[in-house]
């Protein structure tokens, strides 16, 4: 697995994840469906894993995927806490 994986990737990867597809994480991030599609698969060859089960209905994760899901979730509150941070002054 690559060492200096993308916060932003993360990001993207619990939207599609939430999401449960490209078009309502394209929605929730402001991210093309493409791009999103691309990003995914770039994180999927740094961290060696599948991370997706991609069907006509959407984006199942894998065993993988639930992991890092759980790992990469506390990214959420650091962001929402980074993103008021120095507002409160």
Do not use: C, I, Y
Request: net charge positive.
């Amino acid at each position: 697995m690559k060492s200096n994986l993308s916060l932003d990737d993360l990001m993207l990867f619990l939207a599609v994840a939430d999401a449960g597809g490209l078009q309502g994480a394209a929605a929730a991030t402001g991210t093309s469906a493409p791009t999103l599609s691309r990003r995914m698969a770039d994180l999927e060859r740094a961290t060696g894993q599948h991370l997706f089960q991609r069907g006509p209905l959407g984006f199942a994760l894998t065993a993988e995927g639930r992991a890092l899901r759980a790992e990469a979730a506390p990214l959420r509150d650091v962001r929402r806490r980074l993103a008021s941070w120095g507002t409160d002054a």
